[in-house]
């Protein structure tokens, strides 16, 4: 009789819940988004929507209404009842026996938390460390996956050099983004970050920040850093949906800007504001 | 409150089961193995069982007894009662609420199934077309990780293409191994394979397949092949546990040895069965 044992228990697999057999597990065969609200208003959910779409789209995910996740999208958030709420969700390609290769009928998994953010004021005051570290991600970070495990053991290498964010260095010595994060870098009036290529999730908090930059006043420009350059800016900052803005302070134990949050940054996040109001 | 979902129905957070925040499924953050057994007797279990400690330590996944994992592994299979049985089994890094870094007292959940292994004896003898794809993977290949997404998009342009495996490419030009196998060319006496980096599972056929082959006398050479290469060899084919040697009789849909398994393949079927009694 073909089993299933999880932990130490024992079951028929025929009577295994499907999420046991979920390819999200078995191959990370799946695609995510994160949505937050600031003061009872979700931001920016149209366009996490439309990635969503291209995610799914690029990984062959078929058969997801995207008016539907929508829906479930406000069901929930109404229902959580949580002003600043982040709200993540994923699709995976369904459950079915593990093989590799997919058959076209299997119906996709649909999964969502709602969840109060942090209030991060403090840190976005004080400005975060963050540490370099290589970037082994596949080639297509631009899809929003579920492959996630460079990532993690980047952050969790970060951490332990007591930093907030790993950012991502490529074999040719640039930088690519943060772990979880977009990474900006301001030269004089110049804003600069990496250019949007297959290794580089398009950022919608990126867009934004781009968006902001031009509101006041700063040049934008779209190339690679090198961790040299960064360590030389007169300021840093990383991008992330649940937190928008984030300053940093100190780039691989190199003080950025007399260690304070830096004027243009504080202007960006004044601006990202009326962004999310 | 906070809130989860599943498909369209809401719970609460706190009553949501813990397999719904499995880090396996938010970052595909745990690792696997594949063992099977022939004629009611396990092949090589010992053999993968170092290479998953070597995996889960290459993620730091602590505090998995892998003598515990032995037994479980020894309970299912006596418990499913399989002749030739696959048995697949992972641990991912435990549940918990979706963060990248992870608290160091988080404990691992183990999964395992024994299945059926159906019978490839004609698929053996008549061989296989095989399709060479991308390798978009990311650069621990090394590691048995849950972060398959890549291995899933390549077996399944594969399929498409009508072929039943995918042979990865780096952007150099180089074979690196099949999507879910070790790939291997014959040419005159000479059999030739990828030498092990990051971009390769260290596979356990692949080591029982050189074994076979220094046996019946080949002269065995561990460098990369280019395509081209491996559409002049007159003998291909592709190793896994769950088929051990598979001929490949076409690679791009140039044909491979006149459309038949090759001589030297035939004998290395038969020397690595002399391994599995």
């Given at each position: 009789m073909q089993i299933a044992m999880i932990g130490d228990k024992m079951v028929p697999l025929a009577k295994l819940?499907?999420?046991?057999?979920?390819?999200g597990f078995y191959f990370g065969d799946g695609v995510y988004e994160v949505v937050r609200s600031?003061?009872?208003?979700?931001f920016a959910l149209e366009e996490h929507l439309a990635?969503?779409?291209k995610s799914l789209s690029a990984i062959k995910i078929e058969g997801v209404d995207t008016d539907q996740v929508r829906k479930r999208v406000q069901k929930a958030f109404e229902g959580a009842g949580i002003a600043n709420a982040k709200i993540y969700f994923h699709v995976t390609r369904g459950s079915a026996p593990r093989e590799h290769s997919w058959e076209v009928d299997l119906k996709p998994n649909f999964f969502l938390?709602?969840?109060e953010l942090p209030d991060k004021t403090t840190i976005k005051n004080k400005g975060i460390s963050v540490s370099s570290c290589p970037d082994l991600r596949w080639k297509r970070c631009d899809i929003k996956s579920l492959n996630l495990l460079a990532n993690v053991l980047a952050r969790q290498d970060a951490t332990k050099k007591g930093s907030a964010e790993a950012i991502l260095v490529t074999e040719r010595g640039l930088i690519t983004e943060g772990a979880a994060s977009a990474f900006f870098a301001i030269f004089g009036q110049t804003l600069q970050t990496a250019p949007l290529t297959a290794n580089i999730l398009p950022s919608i908090t990126r867009k934004y920040v781009i968006k902001a930059g031009k509101t006041i006043g700063l040049k934008i420009v779209e190339e690679s850093l090198m961790p040299e350059q960064a360590r030389s800016a007169d300021e840093l900052f990383i991008a992330v949906t649940t937190?928008?803005?984030?300053?940093?302070?100190k780039f691989d134990n190199k003080t950025i800007g007399g260690g304070q949050p830096g004027k243009y940054t504080i202007s960006l996040i004044e601006e990202f504001r009326t962004f999310t109001r």
């Open positions: 819940e499907p999420i046991y057999c979920d390819r600031y003061d009872g208003k979700m990635r969503f779409k938390t709602v969840t937190q928008d803005i984030v300053p940093v302070v």
